[in-house]
């Protein structure tokens, strides 16, 4: 597939390696905030958006899972990619010189033994690639940047510390964003993304997720978040294994869809080699 893909972050950022390692023969386009993705492809002015929705060691992307439902876009992919974190300083620089490094405020708690052995202070900035950039433009050799190889490469920095990350299984789980669902059955392992809110009766939930349980369907994940700013309104967030048209998957999203409110499928995927 040819045509355009953007993503949140500058060049050089770990959205940008996503975008490489999922989609290698598109253009890639850089956007300020994950609502700009959103925009440019629900516009039509790309072709897809990819945007990073957890990690393993910070968690979820609080502001990607309360844009997913509203966006009006279908999830078509999802891609696993690896974060290696790298202390990156201006030519000539040393490990010993560097007195800071300015990285995003998810990276920073992914290296915090490594900053704290060596007293280096971490200093927030809006994007891992754009400290690179702003590094680079400084020539400040005690200052650092915590970022990709890739951000080393485009911005002519050096790598000082290579994969300097606290734990080493350390994944950012990203999704493919499409105006366009597929609900095409593209690989024997498929994901099935989606949101619902229970009706307001005595133990909808447990009741709901009971015909996951009885149909064995294996629920990967399961979020919650208030709705409109109320304590009432909740909107459930879940990722199970399995393709709609699975007999065991339609009979325990009939049982779910009959004590809700709401329901609807964000997107139906091939499971991402690196999930496990």
Do not use: W
């Not at 996503?18 to 492809?41: G, H, S």
């Not at 439902?69 to 992919?77: F, K, N, Q, S, T």
């Not at 920073?108 to 060596?118: D, H, I, S, Y």
């Not at 690989?187 to 809110?197: A, I, K, P």
């Amino acid at each position: 597939m040819t045509g355009r893909i953007a993503f949140q972050g500058e060049p050089g950022a770990y959205s940008h390696q996503a975008c490489q390692q999922a989609r290698p023969e598109m253009e890639v386009v850089p956007c300020q905030t994950f609502e700009d993705v959103v925009e440019l492809t629900r516009s039509g002015e790309v072709d897809l958006g990819m945007l990073a929705v957890e990690n393993s060691t910070y968690g979820r992307v609080a502001d990607v899972h309360s844009l997913l439902p509203r966006a009006g876009l279908h999830i078509v992919d999802e891609a696993f990619v690896r974060v290696h974190v790298n202390l990156l300083g201006v030519k000539g620089a040393k490990l010993e010189d560097i007195r800071e490094a300015h990285g995003h405020v998810v990276i920073l708690p992914q290296c915090a033994a490594f900053l704290k052995e060596r007293g280096i202070k971490g200093r927030v900035s809006s994007d891992n690639a754009r400290a690179a950039r702003e590094v680079a433009e400084a020539g400040d050799v005690t200052r650092a940047a915590l970022a990709s190889e890739l951000a080393a490469e485009i911005y002519g920095l050096d790598v000082l510390a290579r994969h300097i990350e606290d734990h080493k299984n350390n994944t950012t789980r990203f999704l493919v964003m499409s105006r366009e669902a597929d609900m095409t059955r593209r690989s024997e392992r498929m994901v099935t993304t989606f949101v619902f809110r229970v009706r307001n009766i005595p133990a909808a939930l447990y009741k709901a997720m009971g015909g996951f349980a009885t149909n064995g369907v294996n629920m990967t994940k399961l979020e919650s978040y208030m709705v409109g700013g109320s304590f009432t309104a909740t909107e459930f967030y879940a990722d199970i294994e399995g393709h709609p048209e699975d007999p065991n998957v339609k009979l325990a999203l009939d049982e779910l869809r009959y004590f809700t409110s709401e329901f609807r499928i964000l997107g139906t995927y091939p499971a991402d080699r690196p999930r496990d």
